[in-house]
C-alpha cells in the first residue's frame, strides 16, 4: 500500500511562473506516476481540490459536509477506488472548539484541520483510519496544541491509524515528541527505514529544487504497519516542480498478526 503526502501550495497568483495553473498538470502527474493508494494534500482551496477531483477519476475525495469556499485551505484525503472503500469521513479543527468551523486558539496564525475517513482496504478487507493535517505555520504553542489534540484523538479510535500532512516542524521538535509518543502508537516512517536526517530528508524546497529547512512533511503509521519503502520524491519536469514542497511517500504492508 504506497501512501503519499503531498503539500500542493495553494493557489496564488504573486508564484508567477509557478502560479497553480501553470504546474496543476505537474501534481496530476506525479499522482499518475506514482499511483498512492492514499493521498493526503494540504494547502488545496476549493478550484485546486476540484481539479484534482476532475482529474484524478480513480480517485475518491474526500470533503465530508463542506461547502464551496474560495479562501479556505483545507488538508484534503484522496482515496484510489481499486484499493480501498470509504466507509465514513469527518474533519475538526485543531482548537479548543473543534466543532466551530475555521476555529483557532493560542498563537496559530491560521485555523488549522484535520480531515480522517474510516475505509476498508479491498485486498485484506481490513479497516483503518486515514488521516490528513497541516499544523501552523508559526505558533510555536500552536502547533504544539494541535498535535496534543492529535495524538488524543488518535488514542481514542477503534482502527489503525494513519497519519499524514505537513506539520511545519522538525522532527525534534514538540509536536513529534507527542505524535510518536508510545501511548499514541504511531511510528514515523521515514526514521524506520531511513533514520538519518540530512538535505536528503528535507522536504521544502520553494520551488528550486534545493532542500530546505527540515523534513516537515510526515507519515506516521500503527505499528501494525511495516515500512518497506520510503522517499521524498524530487521529482520535475523540464525543471520545473510540481509545488514547493517535495511529495514523500512511504510504502506499507499490514502484519499478519
Given amino acids: 500500500m504506497k501512501v503519499m503526502t503531498f503539500n500542493l501550495r495553494f493557489e496564488n497568483d504573486r508564484d508567477g511562473d509557478n502560479a497553480w495553473i ?4 505537474l501534481v496530476v502527474d506525479v499522482v499518475n506516476r506514482y499511483q498512492p493508494a492514499i493521498l493526503g494534500t494540504q494547502e488545496g482551496k476549493w478550484n485546486q481540490l476540484h481539479y484534482l477531483d476532475d482529474c484524478l477519476p480513480e480517485y475518491e475525495i474526500v470533503m465530508p459536509g463542506r461547502l464551496p469556499d474560495k479562501k479556505t485551505q483545507s ?16 474533519d475538526f479543527w485543531l482548537s479548543k472548539t473543534p466543532a466551530v468551523h475555521l476555529s483557532k486558539d493560542w498563537d496559530s496564525a491560521f485555523p488549522r484541520m484535520l480531515s480522517f475517513a474510516i475505509i476498508r482496504m479491498k485486498k485484506t478487507d481490513r479497516k483503518m483510519i486515514a488521516a490528513v493535517t497541516h499544523l501552523d505555520n508559526l505558533g ?5 496544541q494541535q498535535a496534543r489534540i492529535i495524538s488524543e484523538w488518535v488514542k481514542q479510535q477503534a482502527h489503525p491509524v494513519i497519519l499524514m500532512g505537513d506539520f511545519n516542524d522538525n522532527p525534534q521538535s514538540a509536536a513529534h515528541a507527542v505524535l510518536t509518543l508510545p501511548q499514541t502508537c504511531l511510528c514515523d516512517t521515514w526514521e524506520q527505514v531511513e533514520g538519518s536526517e540530512s538535505e536528503k530528508s528535507f522536504t521544502h524546497h520553494g520551488f528550486n529544487g534545493i532542500p530546505q529547512l527540515s523534513r516537515m512533511d510526515w507519515i506516521l503509521a500503527d505499528p501494525c504497519f511495516t515500512v518497506t519503502h520510503a522517499r521524498v520524491i524530487h521529482d520535475h519536469f523540464d525543471g520545473r516542480y510540481p509545488s514547493d514542497h517535495f511529495p514523500y511517500m512511504a510504502e506499507l504492508e499490514w502484519s499478519l498478526s
Avoid: G, I
Wanted: hydrophobic content about 35%; aromatic content about 8%.
Fill in 75 to 90: 488538508p484534503t484525503l484522496f482515496l484510489r477506488k481499486d484499493e480501498c472503500r470509504m466507509t465514513a469521513a469527518e
Fill in 140 to 144: 510555536v504553542e500552536a502547533r504544539f
Fill in 22 to 25: 501553470n504546474r496543476r498538470e
